[in-house]
């Protein structure tokens, strides 16, 4: 289970970097500044069943309302 968060948070990231045209490692940065890495291992369970655009977005919209700028 532990190997699946990581793939799925990875994966994640590397969308996350094409859809804001970042570098995989810029987009880790802001979405861990962010606690956007805290609240996809929290959840997860429920977002691995949504769809990658759901979640994309979401995340985006939970670092915002953190403080992100994108």
Do not use: W
Not at 43 to 54: A, C, K, P, V
């Amino acid at each position: 289970m532990v190997t699946d968060k990581i793939d799925y948070i990875v994966m994640l990231i590397a969308e996350f970097a094409k859809r804001y045209h970042l570098t995989p490692q810029q987009a880790y940065r802001y979405i861990a500044r962010y606690k956007g890495i805290e609240v996809c291992l929290e959840h997860y369970g429920i977002m691995h069943t949504l769809s990658l655009d759901d979640n994309l977005a979401s995340l985006a919209l939970f670092c915002q309302r953190n403080g992100g700028k994108l």
